[in-house]
Structures are given as structure tokens and as C-alpha cells.
């Protein structure tokens, strides 16, 4: 099970990278362009290789959704927005738990109104 579950991760992180253009390194993880329904902006984040332990408060990010690939529902100055924690329901199950991916990429402003 737990083998199944980590290759669902891998498959769901590899997705990501291939949704969105990998057009500039940073150190060592990715800039990627994030969409913020609530404010229908676009920002910047660089996403890291490190994951994060699955404690403390995480904000949802949907992979291979919405026009960049990756979609929340909040972003800066919002009541919702964690400051860049994020978890990927790896497992679709509708929960945060053992299965998901939690990991620290804040958004960095200013927002834009396209990609």
C-alpha cells in the first residue's frame, strides 16, 4: 500500500513538472507560476526539492488544473493563505494525511493578471 501510494507521488510530482514550463532554475528547485482563484491572479513561487513534515497548518494546491497547471484558492493578503505551505492530496482522498505531499513554496508578489 504504501508503495503504491509513493509511486503515486512520484507520478503526481512528475505531472506537475511536465504541465509547466521549466524555463528557470533557482537554487535547487523550479520556478513555477501558481493561479490564485479568489484574486484571478498569477504569481510566481519556486518550488524546492525538500518536503515538509505534515504538521502545523497547509493550504491545498491542485496539480493539473486551472491555466498554469497548479491552482489555490488563496494567495497574498487573503484570510486563508498559509504563506506558502502547501499539501498535494497525493492519494485523493479529500484529506490531509500519511499519503500527501507538504511542502514550502510562498508566492511571490507582485501578482499579475496573466500567466
Known sequence: MKRRLAVLLVVLMMA?????????NRGNGELK???VTSQDMYYDTFIPVDHLPAKGPFQKLEVGV???GLQT?????DKGYV???WWVDANENGEMDEGD???????????????
Open 16 to 24: 506537475a513538472v511536465a504541465v509547466i514550463p521549466a524555463s528557470a
Open 33 to 35: 507560476t501558481v493561479y
Open 66 to 68: 486551472g491555466p498554469t
Open 73 to 77: 484558492e488563496f494567495g497574498p493578503g
Open 83 to 85: 504563506g506558502g505551505r
Open 101 to 115: 505531499a507538504f511542502f514550502l513554496c510562498p508566492l511571490l508578489g507582485p501578482g499579475r493578471e496573466t500567466p
